[in-house]
């Protein structure tokens, strides 16, 4: 399998600026990690949200079995360093099923609060409406890591940047929204706005770029 680093300048960057990757991890190994320790994570922030109301859906159980059950897979799987197809497969099953999850978390989340009372207290204040995405994002990334898309002449890096792109639209659309219920009668909240919007553009432009970013452009992701 290709290493990763060649087709993601910025990660490369990052990782010799901020850390020194140890010799037994190569850069595909750190994205997987990186992905196992946001699921499993993850989980815990469902369990603690979904608590709020002692799971009254059963179904409020579903993201948290697949954060553990997923996050372990993930992990796994990053640690191996030759892998079966039918590892292969459970790998790309679980990931895909991550993005089921989220899509069905997103739809759920939507029925409970837009389709019943559509006005901004209810974007707002109801079950974040894309919090589940979250799930759908990050098996995307474990996937990419992986070369999934390869077959479909996309690199690697360039999706990525689209994915964290896409992260941060709807960070910033999410930010508009909460701040907007007061107006913005704070002056400060006008920052996470600025930086959401200043980090969307700047990770869309470099996913749409056909060729490799110069050190500058490449510092100017970093700091997006």
Wanted: hydrophobic letters at 55%.
């Amino acid at each position: 399998m290709r290493a990763l680093l060649p087709h993601l300048p910025e990660l490369k960057m990052l990782c010799n600026a901020l850390c020194k990757i140890p010799p037994w991890l190569n850069p595909r190994q750190v994205v997987l990690l990186f992905a196992a320790s946001n699921f499993l994570f993850m989980g815990i922030d469902v369990a603690i949200a979904h608590s709020y109301n002692r799971f009254a859906d059963s179904r409020e159980w579903v993201p948290i079995i697949y954060s553990a059950v997923g996050g372990c897979i993930v992990l796994v799987y990053a640690l191996m360093q030759n892998t079966s197809k039918i590892v292969r497969f459970i790998f790309s099953l679980m990931c895909w099923t991550g993005v089921g999850v989220g899509l069905t978390g997103f739809y759920l989340h939507i029925d409970h609060t837009i389709w019943r009372e559509f006005s901004l207290k209810a974007i707002v204040y109801a079950a974040p409406i894309a919090a589940p995405l979250s799930y759908s994002g990050v098996a995307l990334v474990a996937l990419v890591a992986t070369g999934f898309f390869d077959r479909f002449s996309i690199s690697r890096r360039r999706a990525l940047l689209f994915l964290v792109a896409a992260g941060f639209l709807g960070n910033l659309v999410l930010t508009i929204l909460d701040h907007a219920r007061n107006g913005f009668f704070e002056a400060e909240e006008w920052a996470s706005v600025a930086v959401s919007a200043f980090g969307t553009v700047v990770l869309f432009w470099a996913a749409c770029k056909t060729r490799s970013g110069t050190r500058e452009e490449n510092i100017t992701v970093l700091i997006a």
